[in-house]
């Protein structure tokens, strides 16, 4: 019964959460805001909901990941393929995207891996910090149309580098290690 009231009420909290629009938390002591996306709130929510009903403890709402963004290009995503058949679904991956948001910034292929990048990618970017509320919406349509793609989303956040790239990153499909070794923490 008990566990059951505390679904209910999780699940009504997820929602109001997970309406599309990042939470926010202003810092009192300084003029930071901190942001949780909405894909992590409503992944963190379904692991949080899954371990209620299965009557373990659920911690995971608790430790939501939070940064704070530059107020700069505020998101990354990075849409990673391996032989001319993924090659051809990222692409048209790629050309979704850019039908579904024209606001974005998108690069040319690397048809071979690059920097921390261990496999061939393309690279799209929010273009700008105004766009960081959209983040949501661009997870989300990444989340319905990546097939087998991996796909990285990564904040560029006053954590540096290293974490945008590990603790802060957002992966959709399998998660790829990085040749980010020699980065600073």
């Not at 300084?30 to 299965?54: G, Q, R, V, W, Y």
Request: hydrophobic share 40%.
């Amino acid at each position: 019964m008990l566990s059951s009231l505390i679904i209910s009420l999780l699940a009504m909290w997820c929602c109001k959460l997970a309406n599309g629009s990042p939470a926010s938390f202003a810092n009192k002591s300084s003029s930071s805001a901190f942001i949780i996306p909405p894909c992590i709130i409503k992944s963190k929510a379904n692991t949080a909901l899954a371990a209620l009903e299965n009557g373990e403890e659920a911690t995971q709402i608790d430790s939501q990941p939070s940064f704070t963004l530059k107020k700069r290009n505020p998101y990354d995503v990075h849409v990673y393929y391996n032989g001319s058949n993924q090659r051809e679904k990222a692409m048209l991956l790629r050309s979704k995207m850019k039908q579904q948001f024209p606001w974005m910034r998108f690069y040319e292929p690397k048809d071979r891996p690059i920097g921390p990048h261990p496999l061939p990618m393309w690279e799209a970017d929010f273009a700008s910090y105004d766009n960081r509320v959209l983040w949501g919406e661009v997870c989300d349509f990444i989340k319905e149309e990546h097939e087998e793609l991996s796909v990285l989303v990564h904040p560029h956040s006053l954590d540096g580098d290293y974490a945008d790239h590990t603790k802060n990153a957002f992966w959709v499909g399998d998660v790829l290690e990085l040749r980010i070794q020699g980065w600073k923490r």
